[in-house]
Nanobody, 121 residues
Framework: QLQLVESGGGLVQPGGSLRLSCTAS????????MGWFRQAPGKEREGVAC????????NVTDSVKGRFTISRDNRENTVWLQMNSLKPEDTGVYYC??????????????WGKGTLVTVSS
């Protein structure tokens, strides 16, 4: 069974940090560009960061540049998102997905349940 499981979310104060993890089962992540998305309350899901299997593509949206870092370990079949200097506007449910080379499309149409990040004082 193909599955992506996100974890590591929680409640954090502004300026704090979290590290999200995405672990895959039933599929080999090193075959895919992997991306992180988020969906804020009342808003559409948006891409946050993505990274190719070899690490040669590493796109990050402007709003998180300098604060978020995507990384992966293909041997562990895991992708991470290190989030620093968190802001209230980073609040949302975070998802990982296998994406197209331009980091826009979910190529497997497979989503996990996501992990909730709440940034609040």
């Amino acid at each position: 069974q193909l599955q992506l499981v996100e974890s590591g979310g929680g409640l954090v104060q502004p300026g704090g940090s979290l590290r999200l993890s995405c672990t895959a089962s039933g599929l080999t992540l090193n075959l895919y560009v992997m991306g992180w998305f988020r969906q804020a309350p009342g808003k559409e899901r948006e891409g946050v960061a993505c990274m190719s299997s070899a690490g040669s593509i590493k796109n990050v949206t402007d709003s998180v540049k300098g604060r978020f870092t995507i990384s992966r370990d293909n041997r562990e079949n895991t992708v991470w998102l290190q989030m620093n200097s968190l802001k209230p506007e980073d609040t949302g449910v975070y998802y990982c997905a296998a994406v197209s080379a331009d980091c826009r499309d979910n190529v497997l149409n497979l989503w996990g349940k996501g992990t909730l990040v709440t940034v609040s004082s």
